[in-house]
């Protein structure tokens, strides 16, 4: 049955798999596994440099990637069929690797608090990274659940990594079990879709049933077929888990505050981003043919989101815990532009352009409050911030620019990024949806100014006992590189919610 | 026919397996649950024809991991903890979520029946010289970045468990 390994099969072999196609991410692997070889070769005291290498490197990284953005043979298939390139995953990709070069920049100043190894952090957002830039083009549900599964033991390293902390380890085995339960779910739909689809008594039937342009194929030549359905309903519910969309958002609130802050901003915003990526590529091309079943699935979900997440982070103190709840009320609002991708081309492009917008924002509130927690990393109060404004002006400015754009204020990117998602349902014909979303931006709006309200107007507090101590952390001094980077976020959510230009225009023309 | 039965005889023993080591308080005897399990899983393989996956599944599992896990039960002396008693809503919720997989499953019953008994396709998974070949040619990919997957739970293991000089436990 198999050939012997002759030359020309060897070629053949060496033929499919273009390992040009996946530069960006053989790149970030290679960089992750040069820091662990820097650590050994350096002396101990050139360790601090490490971290420096990681971000210039990955810098460097998105320089080439910008500069060559749109490489000769995009829309093709490439290592026999298990990836797609378009432009999305160009985006995407550039997509991730800023947002970990943010994180990298964040872990260098939440582990100078913590006595932790350093390297490896560097090294597991670095993998983390490229899996999830594969898994955005994945066109194979091999693929699609390695690079998942790849993210996922990341995360689960990396939530946990702050070992001392009890709710750190807490976090990363709720999480541990979540991940699980959730990609449980997703296998077993893969397992019945990939049944279903290579069975021959079915018309279309096919043995590449893993591959989403064969699997798409099948499902439309069998548009009524049970078995397909279920497996359709459990890879959405495993995707859901990923992107914390009710009622998969049970992990959300623990994880988010047990896991250190960098990383509580990888997952708000890398690991939503994959999930939502994922579920594009899934409900456009490989689900294309099932819409009357997913588009009344992810409309509930959306809805029941979009309150979820407003309602339950109305309550919390804990600033970890209400940007989680807020960042589940986020994937609300990025499923109603996938429910409208699926019906009107246009709110693809505003899904990106809300995600790029939701990064700025999450990334410069996140930096403040890398700044402001203690060595405690846990337990960050809303009060920790009276007085922010006063001490400095800095930090409160671009919490509060930050905010403003997460509640949607105008003009902020933010504002215009629900702007488009919102244009995008009403062309679709998504009235119901609409209207919820309007009543979660309403609720948003009493919790972002709560969290603006603690920085910047004093409230009053008891007078300290004799005795007492003042338990509220001290602030971390802004190096300038951090400074930099958050005075960067912040102009550039006020610049793009006021001109979008031509990244607004490349996003929503096609 | 005796396909069918011995279809059976592993379908249970693989679902007893697993609700014994979840009903188990005692670790030891979870662990040995959990071997009935993969044996009655790795007959399924066989069943299906996939002996390599059968017998990868017995080396790997029961004899390594599984081994693994009883080294370490015994080296930490790990006593079977007490339960606490089930709250009424966690009760009321598992009773709800059940019946709903009962549902499912019985809608799967009545749905999911596939028509005409399927010949057996031509299986690239059951000789080691086929999988070798998938693997170095099709799937080359995602074995490559197993390979990374494997590099990072290593060293999430060590950054996890090794004890650092400066924390309360490293001293």
Redesign the interface.
Known sequence: ??AAMTPELLQA?AA??QWGA?FPELAL?CL?LLLLVLEILLPKSAHARIPVVAILGQLVLLAVLLWNFAPTGLERDT??G??HHSRDGQFMRAFFLVSSILVCLLGTVALAKQ???RV?FY??VL?VT??MM?LAQSNHF??LF??L??VT??F??LV??F??SPLSLEA?LKYLIMGALSSALLLFGIVLLYGVA????LPGHT?EAMNFNALNAFLAANPDN??AK?GIVLVLAGVAFKIGAFPFQIWIPDVYQGAPTPVTAFLAVASKAAGFAVLLVLTLRAFAPYATLTVPILSVLAAATILFGNIAALTQHNVKRLIGLSGVSHAGFLLIGVVAAVSTPLALGAVYFYLAAYLLATFAVFGVMTHVAGANDAEQELDHYAGLARDNPFLAAVLAVGLGSLAGIPPLAGFMGKLFVFIAAFKAGLYPLLTVAIVGVVISIYYYFGWIKAAFFEAWRAPLQEGEIDDRPARTPVAWPAGVTLGLLALCTVLLGFYQGSFGEWLLTR | MTANLMFYVFTALTALGALGVVFNRNTVNAAMCFLLSLVGLAGLFVLLEAYLLAVLLVFVYAGAVVTLFLFIVMLLDVKGGRRSPFTKGTGLAATVAAALIALGLLSLYNHGRIAAALPAGPGSGSSLKGYAYQLFTTYLLPVQIVGFLLLMAMLGVIVISKRQAGTEDGK
């Open positions: 049955m198999f072999a499919s798999n996946i692997g992750a290592f026999n298990l990836l006595k932790l190894p490896e090294h597991l993998v490229a899996a594969l091999v693929l390695v690079a599964e790849t033991v990341g689960y390293i946990s990594y070992r001392a990363g290579g069975n021959p008594a043995a049970f078995l279920a």
